[in-house]
């Protein structure tokens, strides 16, 4: 009972933590936000049954706290810089805050601290940090906005979640990675519009909650697991696998429609450089995500299927069942739904 009044506790002190730095209206402000935020985020992490958890949790608090005081003092000497009407000073602060809050969000070049933290983690744990604790950094760098960082930031975010995801075995890493590449298409919808980072930012949610929600129940950390475990249930293994594509882009799926958005908003900037760049980094994502169905569907694996037992109620099963229609669907849905008006 105190476990989950503390779990609940610290995980409204988490989102109040966020609300504060985007309400904020100074950096100071934004900075105490997101400690509010780190500092109610760790109790959450920590596992005194799971060591993984304990390092991950270390790790996560020196990476941030490295990030804080970097913003922190990056803050006060923008204020002087804003005082003293020095605009190189300005300038350069303001590139050192970006930098820090790419840090916090886990994106290229800023990234080698996320997917080994990944590694030590809860599916739920795991989820909070691919989605939430994304929203602050976000939503403060959208109101930087240094163009030459931020395109550097997205081109290694997006080469660095494919190529990363390549060789990857460990399903929480794959899901690192793929965040990774994720976060290289946010940031990029930042530079266009805040309205499309918001709406590709909902679906990304959406699309991480269904698959970890079915890893989170059956307890999946490995790709062997995912191909041995649904051997009777040939309804959820599509489902998760086409999960698995909808979350790549592929189209017709939903996870199709956020990207379709950005590269109509990004060619309409004329910047086809970067969207060639990110079409082939998203080529590559779906061609690892293909290999993992293709060996799903088409090989049996009967040896260890007396290991496997299949615990889900019909409730959970209705409910991703559900969610995995709209996912397959929700384009076409949505298409019909603007075509009728």
């Not at 003092?73 to 923008?78: A, D, G, R």
């Not at 804003?82 to 070049?109: D, R």
Request: with cysteine; charged share 5%; glycine share 4%.
């Amino acid at each position: 009972m105190f476990y989950n009044s503390s779990k609940i506790l610290f995980t409204t002190i988490m989102i109040i933590g966020t609300l504060i730095t985007v309400t904020s209206n100074s950096w100071l402000g934004a900075w105490m936000g997101l400690e509010i935020n780190l500092l109610s985020f760790i109790p959450l992490l920590s596992d005194n049954n799971n060591l993984m958890s304990t390092e991950a949790s270390l790790k996560y608090f020196l990476t941030q706290a490295l990030a804080s005081t970097v913003l922190l003092f990056s803050s006060i000497l923008l204020m002087l810089a804003n005082n003293l009407n020095n605009e190189i000073n300005e300038s350069f602060t303001s590139m050192i805050i970006m930098s820090a809050l790419l840090l916090k969000s886990g994106a290229a070049p800023f990234h080698f601290w996320f997917p080994n933290m990944m590694e030590g983690l809860t599916w739920m744990n795991a989820l909070m940090l691919m989605t939430w604790q994304k929203i602050a950094p976000l939503m403060l760098i959208s109101y930087l906005n240094i163009k030459n960082l931020l395109l550097i930031s997205v081109i290694l975010s997006v080469i660095i979640g494919a190529i990363g995801g390549l060789n990857q075995t460990s399903l929480r890493k794959l899901m690192a990675f793929s965040s990774i590449n994720h976060l290289g298409w946010m940031l990029s919808s930042l530079m266009i519009s805040e309205s499309i980072w918001l709406i590709y930012f909902i679906f990304y949610s959406f699309l991480s909650f269904m698959l970890t929600f079915m890893f989170n129940i059956f307890k999946l950390f490995h790709l062997n697991q995912l191909f041995s475990w649904f051997v009777n249930s040939k309804i959820l293994k599509f489902s998760l696998f086409m999960n698995f594509l909808s979350l790549g882009g592929l189209p017709p799926f939903l996870g199709f429609l956020p990207k379709w958005l950005v590269i109509q908003q990004l060619t309409m900037c004329n910047q086809y450089f970067l969207l060639t760049l990110m079409m082939m980094s998203t080529l590559i994502t779906l061609f690892f995500y293909l290999r993992i169905c293709y060996s799903a569907f088409m090989l049996n694996y009967f040896e260890n299927n007396w290991i496997m037992e299949m615990n889900m109620n019909s409730n959970n099963t209705n409910l991703y069942l559900i969610m995995t229609f709209f996912s397959i669907f929700g384009l076409f849905l949505i298409s019909l739904f603007f075509f009728m008006l």
